[in-house]
């Protein structure tokens, strides 16, 4: 026999209540406030909560109206169960060579990305791009990619890209534009090029043909967020602006503020994701992994990753930074216009002291990195408390990218903006950029354009500069384009295309310069190939044809997607440069340049 447990005083006050509420006719559960109320208008509504007729009772339906909706109804599905009509598809007329049905193709390429190129793999299916990955031999990327470049393909087939060559708003034709530009040409054109940043060697050698053409042209490099504090911090520390690469793989200590640098829209995110992953994993019960400190403003990818964070006021990192480099002894590096105002709490000053503490137990196996939106005077602090902890040449690898000395966008912008409106740019030529969207409207950018006699415009669609320019030139997909550029490290990467421009007036950046500095249009693979040629010829090869040496290289280089051994030499490490200091800063929203060139491509 099974006893059960009786009820306690709560269980049987409980039931009696719920007794007298059955008996008084009320219900235990009530679908509103009102309802527990009892609501007379709510009544009336719950009346009527079914269509007028709807509690009547059916018609009787005739027999001539049965026969007729079931006729229809069997009609209908003899309908759907008919085979398809059959359809015959001719085979190729000439098939290309090793080309096997459903077979998929793989081939090298680069994509441009904020200045510097990434290593691709992408993958052809029956003479289209399907799929993107990054290239395994490349010696920067290794395989990896990111959603920028997996999402890069639907740019290529997005249906609002720009089809055709527009004069003043009106279709027009490929020899219009080149008589156009055929005129431009001449020493007295005061010319001006503002294009997005690049790395490519063969458009630098275009900006010299350019130059010939037209002696006083002016070269704007854009970027959509603005001035880049790094590279001016980096300015003021080695006295030129040398470009970092972090090796967290070999950090035991890692210190970031405010830099996310596992986010996407960094240049260096592939070799950072990689590298990070890489020092965290354990192989063995005797690894042990880096530890991650992160002082930030808002939650990011790599605050998610750290094992200390602390979340602060964008205005206290710098302060932040202070104090950390005052417990390393390193106290008087930073200064200038960085928050300096701002004090922080016990608690910021003591996770200051433990993360100041890892790091000097770390030595040269710790890092500090401050964050893109960061003013130049913290880059340049975290840049010397790296070189107090021995971590350049171990965790920080700086490199000599050949710039000799950084001027602030900005400048450049107000300086061009000013000779625009007073008569002193007589052609401007915007290539993947759109100023008009990404500047404040008070600069005035768009009024200076009406003051140009001759504006062109080229870009994957017709935005907001394209409707201002004279001229508005479609631009090639990557995909569908022959180009270079370095990556990060300054490999020097190959783009070849997958595919046929899909629109017969599309025009690479690389065609377009060509065109402005010669009035006449040449196919894109016969400049690449120029290039190299030449630059084989300076470097004693031979340039060589069909079945030379140089040939086989090319084909070599082709098929890796990179030239081997030309990563950026070491820079050098010298006295800050007096002119350089400045106490500019930018504050980059990591969103500001996702309409430039991937609106339709997935972040």
């Known amino acids: 026999m099974i006893e059960l447990d009786t009820l306690g005083t709560d269980e049987?006050?409980?039931?009696?209540?719920?007794?007298?509420?059955?008996?008084?006719?009320?219900?235990?559960?009530?679908?509103?406030?009102?309802?527990?109320?009892?609501?007379?208008?709510?009544?009336?509504?719950?009346?009527?909560?079914?269509?007028?007729?709807?509690?009547?009772p059916p018609t009787k339906a005739s027999r001539r109206s049965f026969m007729k909706v079931m006729g229809a109804s069997m009609a209908m599905a003899g309908l759907a169960a008919c085979r398809r009509p059959e359809e015959h598809i001719l085979p190729y007329a000439r098939k290309p060579e090793q080309q096997i049905p459903s077979v998929p193709r793989f081939y090298a390429t680069a994509m441009p990305f904020r200045g510097v190129s990434r290593g691709l793999l992408v993958q052809s299916s029956d003479g289209r791009p399907?799929?993107?990955?990054?290239?395994?031999?490349?010696?920067?990327?290794q395989g990896a990619t990111s959603g920028f470049g997996q999402g890069s393909i639907l740019n290529l087939f997005d249906p609002w890209r720009s089809k055709t060559i527009r004069q003043n708003g009106s279709d027009a034709t490929l020899d219009n534009l080149l008589r156009q530009l055929g005129q431009l040409r001449g020493e007295d054109t005061r010319l001006a090029v503002l294009m997005e940043q690049t790395s490519s060697p063969a458009i630098a050698r275009m900006r010299e043909r350019l130059r010939e053409a037209y002696p006083s042209v002016r070269w704007v490099a854009y970027a959509p967020e603005g001035d880049d504090p790094e590279r001016m911090g980096m300015q003021q520390v080695t006295g030129r602006p040398a470009r970092p690469l972090y090796r967290f793989d070999q950090a035991d200590v890692i210190a970031s503020l405010d830099a996310d640098f596992l986010s996407p829209t960094r240049r260096d995110y592939v070799s950072n994701t990689r590298t990070f992953a890489a020092g965290r994993r354990l192989e063995s019960p005797d690894d042990d992994m880096s530890r991650l400190y992160a002082v930030e403003s808002g939650f990011s990818l790599t605050g998610g990753q750290a094992d200390h964070r602390l979340a602060a006021r964008p205005t206290k990192i710098a302060a932040f930074a202070r104090?950390?480099?005052?417990?390393?002894?390193?106290?008087?590096?930073?200064?200038?216009?960085?928050?300096?105002?701002?004090?922080?709490?016990?608690?910021?000053?003591?996770?200051?002291?433990?993360?100041?503490?890892?790091?000097?137990?770390?030595?040269?196996?710790?890092?500090?990195?401050?964050?893109?939106?960061?003013?130049?005077?913290?880059?340049?602090?975290?840049?010397?408390?790296?070189?107090?902890?021995?971590?350049?040449?171990?965790t920080v690898h700086l490199m000599d990218t050949g710039e000799q000395q950084y001027t602030p966008l900005s400048e450049?912008?107000?300086?061009?903006?000013?000779?625009?409106?007073?008569?002193?740019?007589?052609?401007?030529?915007?290539?993947?950029?759109?100023?008009?969207?990404?500047?404040?409207?008070?600069?005035?950018?768009?009024?200076?354009?009406?003051?140009?006699?001759?504006?062109?415009?080229?870009?994957?669609?017709?935005?907001?500069?394209?409707?201002a320019a004279d001229w508005h030139v479609p631009r090639a997909h990557y995909l569908e384009s022959w180009g270079d550029g370095r990556a990060y490290d300054g490999t020097v990467s190959l783009r070849q295309p997958l595919i046929k421009p899909l629109y017969e007036d599309a025009m690479s950046e690389l065609e377009l310069l060509h065109a402005l500095a010669t009035g006449r249009r040449r196919d894109g693979y016969d400049l690449l190939l120029a290039q190299y040629q030449e630059r084989a010829g300076a470097n004693g090869s031979g340039q060589g044809g069909e079945g030379s040496d140089f040939d086989e290289a090319w084909r070599r280089a082709l098929h890796r997607g990179y030239l081997p051994g030309t990563q950026y030499e070491g820079a050098p490490t010298g006295e800050p440069n007096p002119a350089?200091?400045?106490?500019?800063?930018?504050?980059?929203?990591?969103?500001?340049?996702?309409?430039?060139?991937?609106a339709g491509s997935a972040a």
């Open 12 to 56: 049987a006050q409980a039931d009696a209540a719920a007794q007298r509420d059955q008996e008084e006719g009320r219900g235990q559960v009530w679908r509103s406030f009102a309802d527990w109320r009892g609501d007379e208008r709510l009544e009336k509504r719950r009346g009527s909560e079914f269509m007028k007729g709807a509690s009547d």
């Open 130 to 141: 399907t799929k993107i990955e990054g290239n395994p031999e490349h010696p920067l990327t």
């Open 323 to 394: 104090a950390l480099a005052a417990q390393m002894g390193a106290g008087g590096v930073a200064g200038g216009n960085d928050g300096s105002n701002a004090t922080l709490t016990e608690r910021e000053q003591a996770f200051a002291e433990e993360m100041a503490s890892d790091l000097q137990s770390a030595g040269e196996r710790g890092v500090v990195l401050a964050g893109e939106a960061q003013p130049p005077a913290v880059h340049a602090l975290a840049m010397r408390l790296n070189q107090q902890l021995g971590a350049t040449g171990t």
């Open 412 to 467: 450049k912008l107000t300086r061009l903006v000013s000779d625009m409106r007073g008569g002193n740019v007589d052609a401007l030529a915007v290539i993947g950029a759109n100023p008009l969207y990404d500047l404040p409207r008070s600069m005035g950018f768009r009024e200076a354009m009406g003051s140009v006699s001759t504006t062109v415009h080229a870009g994957l669609r017709r935005n907001e500069t394209a409707q």
């Open 580 to 598: 350089s200091r400045s106490d500019q800063g930018a504050s980059q929203q990591p969103t500001a340049f996702s309409g430039l060139s991937f």
